[in-house]
């Protein structure tokens, strides 16, 4: 398996949120992806608040909860697949070691269910486009770029570290070559012009979905998801192998511990991601 040098939602792994369903500051040239990233926590509290701001009408909100429901269905092999992946990943962190090779199976279930789910997502983000009025379109959008800023100040490397130096007791030193890490990781993303095209793509989306007519294959065509999300997962390996050497025999178990609790019944569902993850 190739190594794929890329700025994911580095700290997402190491704080033990994995596998984050919407990845940002890493689109590639022919996708483009939701500012809506963090595991459920944060995909699901950006988006629902910046919709929960737009007031919608009692026949809106019943749409809008029969799409949830849609999507909470539509991933569900998404999750379990996500689920066997991490419990496998969780395993190699509690031993001290990657071995991207040996999750090649684990990482081809979540691409598969990632790629079957995605036409959906999409759908569903067009379908929210129509549900909305003008105004309320307009409304979410400001909100979503504003919840979205205040959400990204909690993703800075020293904030990342800090969360997780609490979460695994982690000494200062250690706590300083984390950031490290996550600073360096966010240079090769910057390096890459990554953040620059990211940004570019987004804007375009959210002010085309501010308008009458919007069509994501128009204006974002969907690109190879399969791919994407295998080269997302990568990423994430790339960031654990980087942190993982910081960690001592029992804060890797911890590490560990607090992945299979997330995916263990802790996650919650995904009933808002068939919309705040259909850019990817």
């Known amino acids: 398996m190739k190594t794929s040098v890329r700025l994911l939602s580095v700290g997402t792994f190491a704080l033990g949120l994995v596998f984050a369903p919407a990845i940002v500051n890493a689109a590639p040239a022919d996708d483009v992806t939701s500012p809506a990233e963090e595991k459920h926590g944060g995909a699901r509290r950006v988006f629902e608040q910046a919709l929960a701001d737009v007031e919608l009408r009692p026949d809106q909100i019943k749409a809008v909860e029969a799409m949830k429901s849609e999507a909470k269905k539509r991933h569900e092999p998404v999750k379990a697949a996500k689920r066997e992946l991490a419990t496998a990943v969780a395993d190699q962190i509690e031993a001290g070691k990657i071995d991207r090779c040996a999750l090649d199976t684990e990482i081809d279930k979540v691409a598969s269910a990632k790629a079957q789910a995605h036409p959906g997502d999409r759908a569903a983000f067009e379908?929210?486009?129509?549900?909305?009025?003008?105004?309320?379109?307009?409304k979410f959008?400001?909100?979503?770029?504003?919840?979205?800023?205040?959400?990204?100040?909690?993703?800075?490397?020293s904030a990342l570290a800090d969360k997780m130096a609490r979460m695994l007791g982690l000494t200062d030193e250690q706590k300083?070559?984390?950031?490290?890490?996550?600073?360096?990781?966010?240079?090769?993303?910057?390096?890459?012009?990554?953040?620059?095209?990211?940004?570019e793509k987004w804007t375009k989306?959210?002010?085309?979905?501010?308008?009458?007519?919007?069509?994501?294959?128009e204006i974002a065509p969907m690109g190879d998801v399969a791919a994407m999300t295998?080269?997302?997962?990568?990423?994430?390996?790339?960031?654990?192998?980087a942190i993982l050497p910081i960690l001592d025999k029992d804060q890797r178990t911890l590490?560990?511990?607090?992945?299979?609790?997330?995916?263990?019944?802790g996650a919650g569902g995904e009933d808002s991601e068939g919309m705040a993850s259909s850019m990817e």
């Open 127 to 138: 379908k929210l486009h129509s549900i909305l009025d003008r105004d309320q379109r307009t």
């Open 230 to 241: 295998k080269k997302g997962i990568e990423g994430h390996l790339w960031a654990a192998e």
């Open 141 to 157: 959008v400001d909100a979503l770029k504003q919840r979205w800023q205040a959400h990204r100040q909690t993703r800075e490397s």
């Open 176 to 199: 300083d070559k984390v950031e490290k890490v996550l600073s360096g990781l966010h240079e090769i993303g910057e390096a890459l012009g990554v953040h620059e095209g990211h940004r």
């Open 255 to 265: 590490l560990a511990e607090k992945i299979r609790e997330k995916v263990s019944g």
């Open 205 to 217: 989306i959210l002010e085309a979905f501010k308008g009458d007519k919007f069509s994501l294959d």
